[in-house]
């Protein structure tokens, strides 16, 4: 069972940058699709974006799309957000999570994800 633990996070102004990072504190998820979500206070988990278990395909929410950018690295093991621009629409906890055993596909749906991490809490302030 991989355990995922994600950090990066904090508070920023309006058109800053933050890195998010994901490493699974045990295991590996190499063979794991890999997203990030966030949850904004009152609202519903949304997806942010995906990343094929290749790393061959990735895909991002409207919302986020050429403002954000989602790598993964075999090679240590870790799974990053590049979050660019951002807004206070962005403020939110966002949250890792791996699916074990996709191709290539990227999934925008929660209830796909069976590992998930604790999330890292992003504050954009105007």
């Known amino acids: 069972q991989v355990t995922l633990v994600e950090s990066g996070g904090g508070s920023v102004q309006t058109g800053d940058s933050l890195r998010l990072s994901c490493v699974p504190s045990r295991g590996t998820f190499a063979n794991h699709a890999l997203a990030w979500f966030r949850q904004a206070p009152g609202s519903d988990a949304e997806f942010v974006a995906g990343v094929s278990r290749n790393g061959g395909r990735t895909d991002y929410a409207d919302s986020v799309k050429g403002r954000f950018t989602i790598s993964r690295d075999t090679a240590s093991n870790e799974m990053a957000l590049q979050m660019d621009s951002l807004k206070p629409e962005d403020t939110a906890v966002y949250y890792c999570?791996?699916?074990?055993?996709?191709?290539?596909?990227?999934?925008?749906?929660?209830?796909?994800?069976?590992?998930w991490g604790r999330g890292t809490q992003v504050t954009v302030s105007s």
């Open positions: 999570a791996a699916r074990l055993g996709a191709g290539t596909e990227i999934f925008r749906a929660r209830r796909y994800y069976t590992n």
